[in-house]
């Protein structure tokens, strides 16, 4: 993996995910979750603030990116419910067909 991928790649992605048109959409979205719930593309975990804790006991966090996971580690803590990070791409989603529970 090169340096850009690795270092440089995610810090973007994060910073541009984060801008206001994409964090409205999430605020309008993400808190009908309910449930355990599989976030494709998880990066950075910005969904995280958003989800109705009341609502949501599980997040499943898809993503092939452990320098996004890394960068979402505080978010995480803070989340008040478990989130399970899935080293994966969408394409290989390592849950059994038809998971309705968490793995633990």
């Known amino acids: 993996m090169g340096l850009y991928t690795r270092f440089l790649l995610p810090k973007i992605v994060d910073v541009t995910c984060?801008?206001?048109?994409?964090?409205?959409?999430?605020?309008?979205?993400?808190?009908?979750?309910?449930?355990?719930?599989?976030?494709?593309?998880?990066?950075?975990?910005?969904?995280?603030?958003?989800?109705?804790?009341?609502?949501?006991?599980?997040?499943?966090a898809l993503d092939p990116s452990g320098e996004l996971w890394a960068l979402a580690e505080e978010r995480v803590r803070g989340a008040g419910f478990p989130?399970?990070?899935l080293k994966a791409s969408a394409e290989e989603i390592p849950l059994p067909t038809g998971a309705r529970t968490p793995s633990w």
Not at 27 to 41: I, N
């Open 18 to 60: 984060r801008t206001k048109p994409y964090m409205r959409q999430r605020a309008k979205v993400v808190p009908s979750a309910l449930g355990c719930v599989l976030e494709v593309g998880f990066g950075s975990g910005l969904n995280l603030p958003f989800y109705d804790k009341t609502k949501v006991r599980h997040v499943w």
């Open 83 to 85: 989130v399970e990070f």
